[in-house]
């Protein structure tokens, strides 16, 4: 079998439902060197997300998430509804989780 280049993608990554699942999934794109956005949304993190294995999956990735949840903009860069339509319009992939 040739070698056969894997095409990287720019990936944003909705967490609308499970943040800890989602956590997990930005970390795993990025093993075939995919950008990986991660946005949080709808509420906040809780300290046990903020401070389980996914979290720290995500650190070892390098993925710096940001956010939708203006109480958690002093943790994470905030994005408003524009900067939000401007990324997914501008990613190859948006999933959600």
């Known amino acids: 079998m040739a070698d ?10 909705l967490a609308r439902n499970d943040l800890l699942e989602a956590m997990r999934v930005a ?19 809780s300290e046990e997300e903020a401070n389980s294995e996914q979290a720290e999956l995500l650190e070892l990735a390098e993925i710096v998430p940001v956010t ?10 905030f994005c408003d509804q524009t900067a939000l339509g401007d990324m997914m319009r501008s990613a190859d992939t948006v999933l959600s989780v």
């Open 4 to 13: 056969e280049k894997i095409e990287t993608r720019t990936i944003v990554l």
């Open 68 to 77: 939708t949840v203006q109480q958690m903009q002093e943790h994470f860069e």
């Open 27 to 45: 970390s795993g794109l990025t093993i075939f060197g995919h950008a990986v956005t991660l946005v949080f949304m709808h509420r906040t993190l």
